[in-house]
Every structure is written in C-alpha cells, then in structure tokens.
C-alpha cells in the first residue's frame, strides 16, 4: 500500500502541483500507513481518517499557479460570504460539484466539508496566507489523486476565466490586477519548465492493432506530459484494419492517459460487438466522427486555456446564459488567421442524453452535418467542447492530432493574454 501512496505523491509533483516530497496521503487498511514519515499533519490525517471511515486521505499544498489561484478564490468565497468555490467548468459540474472552503488546518473543518464533498480547499491564514487542498477516496488513493487534481485544474480554469469576465463588466480593481499578475509570472514560470517541441510519435499507418495500441499508449504519456491534460480525464482512439474487421480503439473510462498499456478496449467500427459502452464514456462520440469523415486517430484533453477561452464570450446580456455549457446556439470558434486556424467551439454534455456531446461534437469535426470551420481536407481538425476540453483528429496516426492539441492550446493562451490586455486587464 505504501508503494501505491508514494506513487500518486509523485505523480502530483510530476505534474507540477506540488513540491516533491510535499504530498501526504494516508491509508486505512489493516492498519493506517503513509507515504512518508515525520510529518506534522499526521496526526490530523489520522484523525480525519478515522472519523470519515474512509480507504484514503490526501492532503497536498499547490504550488505555483494554482496556489495564487486557488488562495485568491478561496479568500473571495471568505469575503462575499460563501463557504465554497463555484468554477464553471465541466469536471467541476459533473465531478465536483463545488468546492468547500474550510478555514484554518484544523481537523473537525475538514471532517465536514469531507462528508459532504470528496474534495476541499483549506485556507489556511497563518504566515503570509496559503491554500492546501485535502480529499477523501472511499477505496484507493488513486481516487484522492483525481480528486485534487481535478480541483486544482478547477481553480485554474476558474481564476483566470472570472478575471477576463471582471475584464468585460469592467469591475476589476488594482489590488485584482496585482493577484493576477503573481499568478501570471507563477505560469509562466510554470510554462518555462515544460517540453517547448513537439515529441517524437510513431509514424502511421500501423500495421496491426499491436501497434496502434503502442502509439495510442505512447500519445497518451505525451498528453500527460506537456500538461494538457490532469489526472485520468481525456482519452484516445484509434481506427484500425485487422484481418478480423476493422477495429475501433479506445482508451478505458477513468484510465490515466499516462498508464494506457492493458486498458485499451477493441469495438468493432460495424458495431457487430463492443465492449465501447462500459470503455469510454464518449465512445459514441468517437464513434460518430469516424464514421463521419475521414480520421483515423482522436485525441482528447482538458488544455487548461482552451477550456477558459472557451468559456469567454461578450455576450453579457445574453438570454441563454446560464446553459451555455449544454444549449449555446452561436456558431463559436477561436480563429487564428496567420495559420489559418479555425477550431468550433461547441456545447455538449458528458454523455449521451439530449445535450450529450456525443450529438454536439461529430458535426464540428466532420462534413457530416455541415462541418463548422475545420483546414482544409489532408490536415487535423479539432473542436473545443465548451468548458470542457479539445478534441483533435488525425489523418494516419497520432502525430498531427496532437501537433493541433499542443498548437490549439498555446495560441488559445496568447488569446486569452491579448483579450485581458485589450480590455485594460493586465
Ligand atoms: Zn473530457
């Protein structure tokens, strides 16, 4: 168990969460164990535990970006007396729901805000102020580590996306524009420390499954690593001919696009047999696209500036405000016209139901329905799903649709800067 505890203490500060070693995560099983010894908040972990009868208990300080971030929304929910953060974004609302602000490191906060919520933000005032994260996992700490970076990713999103929208109602103060310009040079300090160059990708066509199976595993590690996506969310597919059938691909719901080697789900494209539905909960969207056009890769992440401009619009007495995640009925893109980049953004549900993007998102990357924007036929398309992440295709293999995920994202963060700018954010 330990070993496990340690692993996911690491993969926050692979992830530039959290400083190495930072990170502590208990477990209850036979007996209670931790990743690391002689640390203060063990007792507290302990305590906390105990009292919530769960498997795993992590509590973790952010670093960087998403600790000014997380602290200045934390102290906002403080000051306009709310006891959560609300971001806007999708894992929030279909994982989180919101996020409870406990003040002060002290265990009986953290056993509430825990019964009610997996995961919490501590603000904790001492020194010059901090926020820490904790979360609860009912079995495994992988649970806890989803849990922490799903809020981290939360607060990100939230802080930049509520200080261009303080931008557009022309309410920001200097004292916002300082918060945000620390948390600004914390990113790109963050950015400077990232891969700047696109990553080596096995060439297509694959000659069997074997192989489009490697590559899948291998464009999922590079996701991971040039940060666009957090923990187990995104996914990849994959079209391949076989001597059975032509096979479709897909990486397992909940599976961490890092870890893909054995949770790779063959579905037959005839949908003669599948195993897609308990696979991938967007499945029937990677289904629809290609059956609609002609991809044979999709890849999926949660870039962090995507998802923000995504949630910007200057409709600010628009009547569907408010289901703009699920109904928006503007034709929206982001439009690069030095690259002649054109990327729709849709809305679009998690899911099949009547809002699902399994019906928003196909139309957008196919001719099938009237292809909103998209290059021209030859070159990757993508599509951003409103609050929620991008979705990119590739002609032969995985190289073009991640050069889009990895060139859609950087220019969504020069936009989003030169927007606040425009509007006398900065
Ligand atoms: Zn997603």
């Not at 933000?121 to 001492?126: N, P, Q, S, Y």
């Not at 599948?274 to 999709?298: F, M, N, P, Q, W």
């Not at 963060?413 to 900065?426: H, M, P």
């Amino acid at each position: 168990m330990i070993a496990q505890l340690v692993k996911y203490a690491g993969k926050l500060a692979r992830a530039g969460l959290c400083a190495p070693g930072e990170p502590l995560l208990a477990a209850l099983d036979a007996e209670l164990s931790f990743s690391h010894a002689d640390d203060p908040r063990q007792p507290l972990a302990e305590r906390v535990i105990l009292a919530l009868g769960a498997g795993a208990l992590l509590l973790a300080e952010p670093i960087g970006p998403c600790q000014g971030a997380m602290l200045a929304l934390a102290r906002r929910a403080v000051e306009e007396g709310r006891d959560c953060v609300l971001p806007g974004d999708c894992e929030t609302r279909t994982f989180l729901h919101d996020l409870p602000v406990v003040r002060g490191l002290e265990a009986e906060g953290v056993i509430q805000a825990l019964k009610r919520r997996k995961g919490c933000i501590i603000l904790d005032e001492t020194g010059g102020g901090r926020a820490l994260m904790a979360a609860a996992g009912s079995v495994s700490p992988e649970q806890t580590f989803v849990t922490v970076s799903s809020m981290a990713f939360a607060c990100f999103v939230a802080f930049f996306d509520q200080h261009l929208r303080a931008a557009r109602a022309g309410t920001l103060t200097q004292a916002r524009k300082a918060e945000f310009a620390c948390v600004r040079a914390a990113l790109e300090a963050e950015l400077s420390r990232l891969p700047q160059t696109l990553p080596k990708l096995l060439p297509g066509p694959f000659t069997d499954a074997d192989q489009a199976r490697a590559a899948m595993t291998q464009a999922g590690r590079a996701v991971v690593e040039y940060g666009l996506v957090d923990s187990s969310f995104g996914n990849v597919s994959c079209r391949q001919q076989t001597p059975e059938g032509e096979l479709l691909l897909i990486s397992q719901t909940g599976s961490s696009l890092d870890e893909l080697a054995g949770v790779i789900d063959p579905c037959r494209m005839d949908g003669s047999s599948c195993v897609g539905l308990t696979a991938s909960s967007e499945y029937s969207a990677h289904k629809a696209v290609y059956d609609g056009g002609g991809a044979r890769t999709i890849l999926h992440g949660h870039p962090r500036f995507a998802v923000i401009v995504s949630m910007d619009c200057d409709k600010l007495d628009c009547p569907g405000l408010g289901e703009c995640h699920r109904a928006c009925a503007a034709p929206r893109a982001v439009c690069d016209p030095a690259c002649g980049l054109s990327i729709p953004i849709v809305p679009g549900e998690v899911g099949t139901g009547p809002f699902g993007l399994c019906n928003t998102l196909p139309p957008a990357l196919t001719d099938v329905g009237g292809g909103r924007g998209g290059p021209a036929a030859g070159s990757a398309v993508g599509a951003i799903v409103y609050g929620h992440g991008l979705f990119t295709t590739g002609k032969q293999d995985f190289r073009d649709a991640f050069a889009t995920l990895f060139e859609v994202e950087r220019f969504c963060r020069d936009e989003y800067f030169r927007r606040v700018a425009a509007l006398g954010g900065a």
